[in-house]
């Protein structure tokens, strides 16, 4: 992608790792187009914002953003250099003409549906600024591109692939099923042919990717729906093929097959995102999560049995609308319960369109601040806790990068913790065993193992 009288394109992405899907898969289209990427906005010819609507904050984000954009355009401008400004992701799906009403310099507004079709609509938006967030009826990814194996080497060993999008749940705090529309599950065959090619240009890891993964229901070659459980058997026995790993799951769709797979399939890894959002009933009740308390706690336990070493991860919100103290302690009450490797915590953010939004009981800012600080505070607890049990074990490393310091490395155990410790790059997709001796700040530092500094 770097061809120096090509076209400059700047992507930023926020958000979920579907979004940093969806900014890899705009980046191959516009290669195709001769753009070549950069990572400085400066000189970029072409920008495009994939965006986040998942919180106030997120979106404000975007327009503070889009401000210090609309200096730079000018400034260019008066160097005689044309800049374009593409909206794309959930904001765009969200907010659509309204963006360029706030946002004038803005050219182009596209939807997380629509971005297959960018050179068309970077061609119309020459004439007039252009907002497109219809919901297609063709199938996105059936005409995306394939980046090219250079692409692919230079994105690392590890990627995601979206087999499922959309989300039929409908949390009355989510915008996920009015920005990305319905659930729809990929097809055996395009996953598949999506990854051999990755794994033929060193991808060793792959994360499965959905808003609602382990609903996936795509079509087999013969036609016939198939769950997640039977995708990752038929992922796990690809050539290539040394991990696996999916998100994000919904505790409903926590079946005994997809359990039973942590155990019997040799390629996933013990470690499983489990969004809970609220250790009260009544809670889960007004967020329409569709399960209790302990429906998450039978889903966990299932897994467990099958996979004692399991690491959980969860997202959890502070201070929906009728929060009390005692719902509140019943989420900390499960935190301590289950512990978690790691945890995503936010405040609860009223989403324009959402059904909670509307809800009377609003928490006073005050108390999700003390309320989120206090489940921080415990999550973290319990995250260190975790990781520095893994001082003085041996674990196997998925080698991905150079590492800060020069003459080492970095990469992911088993439980995704980063991994640091010395050793030549030429163990970049490779797995080896590295004997881990201090927890530091979110992550650990190794050596080599004897066994591997002996075949190095
Ligand atoms: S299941 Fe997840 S993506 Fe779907 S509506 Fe609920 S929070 Fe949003």
Do not use: W
């Not at 090509?6 to 979920?16: D, E």
């Not at 001769?34 to 984000?61: M, P």
């Not at 967030?133 to 995601?160: C, H, M, N, W, Y």
């Not at 058997?233 to 040394?242: F, L, Q, S």
């Amino acid at each position: 992608m770097t061809t120096a009288s090509a076209k400059r394109v700047f992507v930023k992405s926020y958000g979920c790792q579907m979004n940093v899907y969806d900014a890899e898969r705009m980046g191959d289209i516009l290669e195709r187009e001769g753009y070549s990427g950069t990572d400085n906005i400066e000189e970029a010819d072409l920008v495009v914002l994939n965006t986040c609507h998942i919180r106030e904050k997120a979106a404000e984000k975007v327009y503070s953003e889009l401000g210090r954009i609309r200096e730079m355009k000018r400034n260019r401008k008066r160097q005689g250099l044309e800049t374009r400004i593409v909206v794309a992701g959930c904001v765009a799906q969200a907010e659509g003409a309204e963006i360029l009403s706030r946002a004038p310099a803005v050219d182009l507004v596209v939807g997380p549906q629509n971005y297959q079709n960018l050179p068309s609509l970077l061609q119309q938006s020459l004439k007039k600024p252009v907002v497109e967030t219809e919901f297609p009826t063709e199938d996105k990814f059936g005409v995306l591109p394939a980046p090219t194996p250079q692409t692919i080497r230079a994105r690392g060993v590890s990627s995601f692939v979206t087999v499922q999008e959309g989300c039929d749940k409908f949390c009355t705090f989510c915008v996920v099923p009015y920005t990305r529309g319905s659930e729809y599950s990929r097809t055996v065959q395009e996953i598949t042919a999506e990854i051999e090619r990755l794994t033929a240009s060193g991808v060793r890891e792959i994360t499965l990717l959905g808003q609602n993964v382990n609903a996936y229901h795509g079509l087999d070659e013969a036609g016939e729906p198939v769950t997640l459980s039977h995708l990752l058997d038929h992922v796990a026995a690809m050539p290539g093929i040394a991990r696996l790993r999916y998100t994000t799951s919904h505790p409903l769709d926590m079946d005994e097959t997809l359990a039973r797979a942590h155990r019997d399939n040799p390629a996933l890894m013990p470690y499983l995102h489990l969004p809970v959002q609220s250790g009260s009933d009544r809670i889960l009740d007004l967020m329409n999560r569709r399960h209790t308390v302990d429906d998450f706690r039978s889903a966990i336990a299932r897994v467990k049995h099958y996979r004692p070493d399991i690491a959980f991860s969860s997202d959890f919100i502070v201070g929906f609308p009728g929060e009390t103290d005692a719902d509140f302690a019943a989420t900390m009450q499960l935190v301590e319960e289950v512990g978690f490797s790691s945890a995503y915590t936010f405040k609860y953010s009223p989403r324009p369109g959402t059904p909670a939004a509307d809800m009377a009981d609003q928490v006073p800012e005050a108390v999700k601040d003390a309320r989120l600080q206090s489940l921080q505070a415990l999550v973290t607890k319990q995250q260190r806790a975790f990781q520095e049990s893994m001082v003085g074990r041996t674990l196997d490393i998925l080698v991905e990068r150079p590492g800060r310091k020069p003459g080492q490395v970095s990469g992911k155990s088993p439980h995704l913790l980063a991994v640091a410790f010395e050793g030549s790059t030429d163990l970049i997709g490779q797995i080896v065993s590295v004997d881990i001796v201090e927890s530091v700040t979110n992550s650990l530092v190794g050596q080599l193992s004897n066994r591997e500094r002996a075949v190095a």
